[in-house]
C-alpha cells in the first residue's frame, strides 16, 4: 500500500520548480536602472540633434550669403557699367561710406551699409525721391568704396569685409578675415572680382 502513494518530497520539489518558473515582476532597482539608461540616451539624442540644427543653421546661412554676395557684385557692376558718374560720400565711421552712381541727370544710385539689419541697401532715386530698393543680407565689417584712374578711365571698386566667424571658444585661436573686393570700370560693361583672405585677429 505505501508503494501506491506519491513520495511527498518528490511532491514538494515539483511546486518549487513550477513557483520558479512563474515570471517575476521587475525590482526597484532594476526600474532605476533602465530610467537612468533612458535619461542618458534622451539627453545625448537631444544634445547630438541640437548640434546638427546648428550645423545646418550655420551652413544655411553661409549658403544665402554666398548668393548675396553674388548677387550685389553682377548688380555693382552692371550699374558701373551704366553710369556716367561715380561719387564717394564719407559715412559716420571709418568702417563705412557711400557711393553714388549718377545714371542720369535726374537718376542715381547709391550703395550703403545699414548698421541696424547689418546688410548692405542699394537705393535707385530719381529726383530725390526713392524708387527702388534692394537690400543685400551680408554682414560685413567693413564696407569701403574707391575710384581710381586706370589707362584714362576711372575703376571703382567696392571693399567688403566680412564679420570673423567664431571658429573656437578659446579666444587664442586667430579668426579668419575675409576680404572681398569687386572692380568695375566706369561707364563700359567689364568687371574684376578680386578675393583676398587674410589672418588678422581682432
Keep these: 500500500m505505501n508503494k501506491l502513494r506519491p513520495d511527498s518530497s518528490q511532491t514538494q ?60 557684385s553682377r ?5 558701373a557699367g551704366t553710369a556716367r558718374k561715380a561719387v564717394i560720400i564719407d559715412g559716420k565711421d571709418n568702417n563705412s561710406s557711400q557711393l553714388k552712381f549718377e545714371i542720369e541727370p535726374d537718376t542715381s544710385i547709391i550703395y550703403s551699409k545699414d548698421r ?30 574707391q575710384i581710381e584712374q586706370e589707362n584714362q578711365r576711372e575703376l571703382v571698386s567696392m571693399l567688403l569685409q566680412f564679420i570673423p566667424e567664431e571658429i573656437h571658444e578659446n579666444q587664442t585661436v586667430k579668426k579668419t578675415n575675409k576680404i572681398f573686393k569687386v572692380e568695375s570700370l566706369l561707364s563700359q560693361k567689364y568687371s574684376l572680382q578680386n578675393r583676398i583672405d587674410t589672418n588678422n585677429s581682432n
Excluded: H, W, Y
Design 13 to 72: 520539489k515539483k511546486f518549487i520548480k513550477r513557483i520558479k518558473a512563474i515570471p517575476r515582476g521587475v525590482s526597484l532597482i532594476e526600474m532605476m536602472v533602465v530610467i537612468s539608461l533612458m535619461s542618458v540616451i534622451f539627453t545625448v539624442s537631444i544634445t547630438t540633434l541640437g548640434f546638427l540644427m546648428r550645423v545646418e543653421m550655420k551652413g544655411t546661412a553661409r549658403i544665402q550669403e554666398t548668393l548675396s554676395f553674388q548677387k550685389l
Design 75 to 79: 548688380q555693382f557692376r552692371a550699374d
Design 116 to 145: 541696424v539689419k547689418n546688410s548692405i541697401l542699394r537705393l535707385k532715386k530719381q529726383s530725390e525721391k526713392t524708387i527702388a530698393s534692394d537690400e543685400f543680407r551680408i554682414p560685413v565689417e567693413l564696407l569701403q568704396f
